[in-house]
Nanobody, 117 residues
Framework: QVQVVESGGGLVQPGGSLRLSCATS????????VNWYRQAPGQQRELVAA???????NYADSVKGRFTISRDNAKNTVYLQMNILQPEDTAVYYC???????????WGQGTQVTVSS
């Protein structure tokens, strides 16, 4: 069974940085495409960044220039580098991956990011 594991969340001051990681529970569950979503309390889940198998990226306007999505295929891991974090970035961040293991999308459990002084 494919399991998606996120890490790297935490508490950071405004203007700070965090790097989130997204990996699968086994090397057989290769990561093809990845979308990072976030959901703030009382808000709908929104797409933050995406990366295709070929490395093409896309970002929400609210994070362009501050967030960078990247991948390390050798480690079967995708990262979300978040810089110049603001309180409005506070949310649970979810990794949503597509794997050719079962040709399906899978959600991670989410990791909390809190931006506060």
């Amino acid at each position: 069974q494919v399991q998606v594991v996120e890490s790297g969340g935490g508490l950071v001051q405004p203007g700070g940085s965090l790097r989130l990681s997204c990996a699968t529970s086994g090397s057989s569950f290769n990561i093809n495409a990845v979308n990072w979503y976030r959901q703030a309390p009382g808000q709908q889940r929104e797409l933050v960044a995406a990366i295709t198998n070929g490395g093409s990226t896309n970002y929400a306007d609210s994070v362009k220039g501050r967030f960078t999505i990247s991948r390390d295929n050798a480690k079967n891991t995708v990262y979300l580098q978040m810089n110049i974090l603001q309180p409005e970035d506070t949310a649970v961040y979810y990794c949503y991956i597509y794997t050719t293991y079962d040709w399906a999308w899978h959600w991670g459990q989410g990791t909390q990011v809190t931006v506060s002084s």
